[in-house]
């Protein structure tokens, strides 16, 4: 599984600044941005930690997907709700904390 994901950094409307358009190679977080990507190391919280990055980990690709800094446009991405493929063993949400390991440099790929 990869832990090791890119972002963009946005300063949010609450002065805190947050990671979105979150991909497995840093090419496509460039896609929908521009500034520096950053290089991210992804890990599910343990019990009793809370953070505010959901994520969908697939049970068939073994990996993260569809991460965002808050739970409400995670579950849009399921029209019928993330509950429902998680009974139908798809996958399952997922809680992570997004650590920043540095801005990627482009002559790193």
């Known amino acids: 599984m990869n832990t ?3 972002g963009l950094k946005h300063k ?3 002065g ?3 990671f979105f358009h979150i991909f497995p190679h840093p090419k496509l977080a ?3 941005g521009s ?4 290089e991210l190391e992804l890990r599910e919280t343990e019990k009793g930690e809370v953070s505010d990055y959901w994520g969908w980990y697939d ?3 073994n990996d993260y997907s569809m991460i965002y800094p808050n ?3 995670f579950k849009m991405c399921f029209p019928y709700g993330y509950e429902a493929e998680e009974k139908a063993g798809k996958g399952r949400a997922v809680n992570l904390v997004v650590v920043e390991r540095g801005i990627w ?3 790193d790929v």
Not at 35 to 38: A, F, L, M, R, S
């Open 35 to 38: 500034g520096p990507v950053y």
């Open 71 to 73: 739970k409400t446009p």
């Open 4 to 6: 090791i994901f890119y």
């Open 105 to 107: 440099k482009k002559d």
């Open 59 to 61: 049970n068939e690709k």
């Open 12 to 14: 949010c409307p609450d």
């Open 16 to 18: 805190v600044e947050r």
């Open 30 to 32: 460039l896609m929908c």
